[in-house]
Nanobody, 122 residues
Framework: QVQLVESGGGLVQAGGSLRLSCAAS????????MGWFRQAPGKEREFVAAITWSGGSTYYVDSLKGRFTISRDNAKNTVYLQMNSLKPEDTAVYYC???????????????WGQGTQVTVSS
């Protein structure tokens, strides 16, 4: 069983940065790939980024490559999402998830956090 709690969201001006954190409880955190998804108002939840259990490989949606960086610290049971050069269209609720299998689709994930709101003003 893994419980996930996101933090670090907030209001930021366009061009600014935020770092989201996702703290996990449970001894098996390092067994899971971790991913970030986001859901904007009126839109479906979409994949943002993922990282394998070891941190050796990362995956991003093409449109965010170069601006967002995912990382993890297994000693702290935490995964991060560094978001730079933020745009108003990045406004969404950001969710982290834990997956024992793949990483691109929501059905891959067994556990989800409650989400953290990111609002980017123009």
């Amino acid at each position: 069983q893994v419980q996930l709690v996101e933090s670090g969201g907030g209001l930021v001006q366009a061009g600014g940065s935020l770092r989201l954190s996702c703290a996990a409880s449970g001894r098996t955190f390092s067994s899971y790939a971790m991913g970030w998804f986001r859901q904007a108002p009126g839109k479906e939840r979409e994949f943002v980024a993922a990282i394998t259990w070891s941190g050796g490989s990362t995956y991003y949606v093409d449109s965010l490559k170069g601006r967002f960086t995912i990382s993890r610290d297994n000693a702290k049971n935490t995964v991060y999402l560094q978001m730079n050069s933020l745009k108003p269209e990045d406004t969404a609720v950001y969710y982290c998830g834990a997956s024992p299998r793949g990483w691109y689709t929501q059905s891959d994930y067994d556990y989800w956090g409650q989400g953290t709101q990111v609002t980017v003003s123009s």
